[in-house]
C-alpha cells in the first residue's frame, strides 16, 4: 500500500469518515500511521467489579460489564442533571455518573456490554463507590475481541462522529495490509538499539505482550523511543541542511578591522568583558567571511548584549551597509534606540526609529531616511518587516526575540537586504534542548559572565505575615539612600482595576514612607510623561518607583536595590527573571521580594521556589520548560516548528541529542543527500520539514 494514499480510499473510511480524520490531521496512510495514542487502557486483565476500590492506589479503575440500569436523577438544589448507569459483571455492581449530560440516555442503553475508565469515589454518606464521568466504550458481540479488550488498547484523541473503535479498526486495518519500509539504516538501529520502522508503528498501536501500561503512558517503550529519535532524527537533519545551504549562499564580506570599534570603547562608560570580547570576535570572523552570518547570541539578564548587537551594526555601517534591530514591542525598541543613540550621536551616525505607533507625517522622513540610505542604524518593531520599508543597503540585522518572532518573520528580515548577515538575541535563557531543534540551524555563542559588581539579589518569597517583612527591608534600604522598584502587575482585561491598584499602592507608600517620594508609572501615560517619571527616578528625585508595566522598568539604575513584584504570581518564570535582573547593578546587597496573597496555584508555587533557588538564566529557564512544558514554553505553534508528534523535549533530551549529532554527521558527509543510501531520509525530510524550514530544495 501507498503511505501517501489519500485516506479516503481506506478500506472502512469513506469520503464522509475521511472528513473526521481530516478534521484530526490525518489526510495520508502514512498521517495515520503515524497518529498516536495519547494513553493506553489496560484491558487484559478487567478486575471483576467486586475488586474495585477507591483505596487501591491507583484512582483511574476500568471496568466491564453490562448496564443493568440508566436514569438521570436531578439534584435538588442546583438542578442539576447527573445521568446515572449501574453496570454489573458476575461478581457485583457499580454505579457510573456523568454530569450535565443526560443526553448519554440516549447512547448508553439497558443491556449494553461497556468498559468503563474513569475516577473511583465514594458517594457522600460513604454507602458505597462510583465512577465519576468515565470515558466509556460500548462493546458489540460483533467486535474483534483482540482489538478492543482482553489487550492493553490504545486510546486516540478522537473527534465527534469518530468513536475509539471506529479509530482501532481502521488503523489495525491499515497495519494488516501495509508494509512499512525503513528509512534509518540498519547500522544506526543497531547503534542505539532500536527496532525498525514497522515494528515500532505496529506496537505503538497494539502494544505487544510484555509492555507495561505504564510505560507506554510514560512513553517510555523501545517502540516511543525509536518513534522519538526519528522524529529528532528527520528534523535536525532539516536544520542540518538549512545550515549547509545557507553556510554556502554568498553573502556579504565585511571588513572587520575598522576604527569605530576602538572609537566606541573609547566612550563606552565601562570596559567591555572578556566574554563580551569573545562573542564581539567570533562576530566579527563571521562577518569577515562571505557568507552570510546566522548566528544565536544567550546570555542571562543583564550581561550587555546590546553592546554586542551595537558593535557589530558598527561594522556594517563602517562597511557603507545599514544595520537595523528589530525588537519584539515598541517599549523595548524605544529603550533600545533611546541607549544605542546616545553613542552613535557621539560617533556622528545617524540613526532612526520606526514603529507602527509611529505618527504617519514622521513615518514618511523615517521610511525616506531609511531608504535614501540616510539612516545608517534603524531600530523598530515587526513595523520593519511592512512592505513599504524599503531599506538602501541592508547589510546587518540584529533580532531582539524575547521568544516572539518565528522562523519565517527571521526570514522576511533577512529578505530586506541582499543576504544580509543576521544576530538572534535571546532575552533569557533558553534551555539547551530547546535551542537544538528551534535554532538548531544557527551558530551559538554564549556570554557566560555579567559585568564586574553584579551581586545576585537576594530572593524571597512573601505571603501571609511575611509581606511585612518586604516593607521593612525597603525602608532600611531607602534611609541607605537606595531607591526600590514595586512592580504591580497588568492584567489586559482588568487594567482599569490594577491602575487603581496600582495607584492605591502608590498613595498607600508614600504614607507609610513619608521621607521619601513615590513615583507612579503606567502603561496609560504617555511616552512623555513616562520619559520625565523615569528621568526623575534616574536623578534620585523620586526613591521608590510603582509601576503597573514590567518593560518599561527596563531602565539602568544602578542606586535600586530593592525589586518588590506584588501577586508575583501572575508572571511568568522569566519575566520574574527579568524583573529581577534590574537591581544589583550598582554593587553591594540587593533584594528581589515576591508578594502573593490568597493561594497559589501548583504551578505557581513551582515558579516562586524555583526563584528561590537560583539566580542563573540558563538554570531558570530549564526550570520553566519543566514546570510549562515545550508548546507553552515556546509557543511552538508560533516558532515555526511544529509540535512533536511522539518526542517530547524534556522526557527525550538524550534522544535528542544523539539524533542531532548523527544528522549533522551525515549530512557533513552528503550535504544535499545524494547518495542511494540517503535518498529515501531526503525525501521523508523533505516532505515534512520543507516548507516549515524554507528548505532549499534538492532535485
Ligand atoms: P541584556 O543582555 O540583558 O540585554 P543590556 O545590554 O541591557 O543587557 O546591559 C545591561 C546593563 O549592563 C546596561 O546598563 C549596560 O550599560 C551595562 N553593561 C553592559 N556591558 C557592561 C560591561 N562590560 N560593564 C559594565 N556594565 C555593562
Ligand atoms: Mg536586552
Redesign the pocket.
Known amino acids: 500500500m501507498d503511505l501517501y494514499k489519500d485516506i479516503q480510499y481506506i478500506k472502512g473510511v469513506g469520503p464522509a469518515r475521511a472528513k473526521l480524520l481530516n478534521r484530526l490531521g490525518i489526510f495520508t496512510v502514512e498521517d495515520l500511521l503515524y497518529y498516536i495514542p495519547f494513553r493506553y487502557e489496560d484491558r487484559s486483565n478487567i478486575k471483576p467489579i467486586s475488586e474495585i476500590s477507591q483505596y487501591c492506589g491507583d484512582l483511574h479503575q476500568t471496568v466491564q460489564g453490562e448496564i443493568l440500569s440508566t436514569r438521570v436523577v436531578i439534584t435538588p438544589r442546583q438542578k442539576k442533571k447527573i445521568f446515572e448507569v449501574a453496570i454489573g459483571d458476575s461478581s457485583g455492581h457499580i454505579t457510573a455518573k456523568w454530569f450535565n449530560q443526560a443526553f448519554l440516555k440516549d447512547v448508553l442503553k439497558k443491556g449494553s456490554m461497556v468498559v468503563l475508565n474513569g475516577q473511583v469515589k465514594a458517594d457522600h454518606y460513604g454507602y458505597g463507590l462510583y465512577i465519576e464521568g468515565p470515558e466509556f466504550e460500548i462493546i458489540s458481540p460483533g467486535d474483534n475481541a483482540l482489538i478492543h479488550t482482553g489487550r492493553i488498547v490504545p486510546i486516540y484523541h478522537v473527534t465527534s462522529g469518530l468513536s475509539q473503535k471506529v479509530m482501532r479498526n481502521i488503523i489495525r486495518g491499515v497495519l494488516d495490509t501495509c508494509s512499512i519500509p525503513e528509512i534509518i539504516s540498519t547500522d544506526m538501529l543497531d547503534k542505539y538499539r532500536l527496532p525498525v520502522l514497522g515494528e515500532a508503528i505496529n506496537a505503538i498501536h497494539f502494544p505487544p505482550e510484555g509492555n507495561s501500561v505504564d510505560d507506554l503512558n510514560s512513553g517510555e517503550t523501545r517502540a516511543h523511543k525509536r518513534l522519538s529519535f526519528e522524529e529528532f532524527f528527520l528534523l535536525e537533519i532539516g536544520l542540518a541542511m538549512k545550515k549547509m545551504s545557507t553556510d554556502k549562499e554568498r553573502g556579504i564580506a565585511f571588513n572587520a578591522n575598522g576604527v569605530l570599534l576602538d572609537k566606541l570603547s573609547s566612550i563606552l562608560p565601562?570596559?567591555?568583558?572578556p566574554s563580551?570580547q569573545r562573542v564581539i570576535n567570533e562576530i566579527k570572523a563571521d562577518m569577515a567571511d562571505p557568507h552570510p552570518m546566522n548566528r544565536l547570541l544567550q546570555?542571562d539578564?543583564?550581561?550587555?548584549?546590546?553592546?554586542v548587537a551595537l558593535s557589530a551594526m558598527l561594522i556594517a555601517v563602517e562597511n557603507g551597509y545599514q544595520a537595523a534591530l528589530m525588537a519584539p514591542t515598541e517599549v523595548l525598541a524605544e529603550q533600545h534606540y533611546r541607549n544605542i543613540k546616545r553613542y552613535l550621536d557621539q560617533l556622528g551616525i545617524s540613526s532612526c526609529i520606526l514603529t507602527s505607533g509611529a505618527r504617519s507625517r514622521d513615518k514618511v522622513a523615517v521610511l525616506s531616511d531609511i531608504a535614501s540610505g540616510g539612516a545608517g542604524i534603524v531600530i523598530g518593531t515587526h513595523a520593519l518587516l511592512e512592505e513599504g520599508v524599503r531599506f538602501n543597503r541592508l547589510g546587518f540585522t540584529v533580532i531582539d526575540e524575547q521568544h516572539k518572532f518565528g522562523v519565517l518573520q527571521r526570514a522576511a528580515l533577512k529578505e530586506k537586504g541582499y543576504n544580509p548577515d543576521v544576530l538572534i538575541m535571546t532575552?533569557t535563557p533558553i534551555p539547551r534542548t530547546l535551542s537544538l531543534t528551534v535554532y538548531g540551524d544557527l551558530n551559538l555563542s554564549i556570554i557566560d559572565e555579567l559585568?564586574?559588581g553584579r551581586m545576585p539579589a537576594v530572593t524571597r518569597w512573601l505571603y501571609g505575615e511575611s509581606r511585612r517583612d518586604a516593607y521593612y527591608i525597603m525602608q532600611e534600604e531607602l534611609n541607605k539612600g537606595r531607591q526600590a522598584y514595586v512592580v504591580y502587575p497588568l492584567v489586559e482585561e482588568s487594567e482599569k482595576v490594577d491602575l487603581k491598584g496600582a495607584t492605591e499602592m502608590a498613595e498607600r507608600l508614600q504614607k507609610s514612607f513619608q521621607r521619601h517620594n513615590v513615583g507612579l508609572l503606567h502603561g496609560r501615560m504617555s511616552f512623555a510623561e513616562k520619559e520625565k517619571i523615569m528621568e526623575r527616578f534616574k536623578k534620585n528625585e523620586t526613591h521608590v518607583l510603582v509601576s503597573t508595566t514590567v518593560v518599561e522598568v527596563g531602565v539602568?539604575v544602578p542606586n535600586a536595590t530593592v525589586m518588590v513584584i506584588e501577586h508575583a504570581e501572575r508572571f511568568g518564570l522569566s519575566q520574574l527573571h527579568q524583573l529581577r535582573?534590574r537591581v544589583g547593578?550598582g554593587g553591594g546587597k540587593s533584594y528581589c521580594l515576591l508578594l502573593t496573597e490568597g493561594n497559589i496555584t501548583e504551578e505557581g508555587r513551582c515558579r516562586l521556589n524555583a526563584m528561590e533557588r537560583t539566580n542563573n538564566g540558563f538554570r531558570i529557564a530549564e526550570e520553566d520548560l519543566s514546570i510549562r512544558g515545550p508548546g507553552e514554553f515556546f509557543g511552538t505553534r508560533q516558532s515555526g516548528i511544529p509540535e512533536l508528534k511522539v518526542a517530547n523535549i524534556l522526557r527525550d533530551a538524550k534522544i535528542l541529542e544523539a539524533a542531532r549529532k548523527e544528522a549533522f554527521e551525515l549530512v557533513m558527509k552528503d550535504p544535499v543527500m545524494e547518495r542511494a543510501e540517503n535518498r529515501a531520509l531526503r525525501n521523508v525530510t523533505e516532505r515534512r520539514w520543507k516548507d516549515k524550514l524554507k528548505l532549499a530544495t534538492v532535485s
Open positions: 565601562y570596559k567591555l568583558t563580551q546570555g539578564v543583564g550581561c550587555g548584549k546590546t553592546a532575552a559585568p564586574p539602568d535582573g547593578r
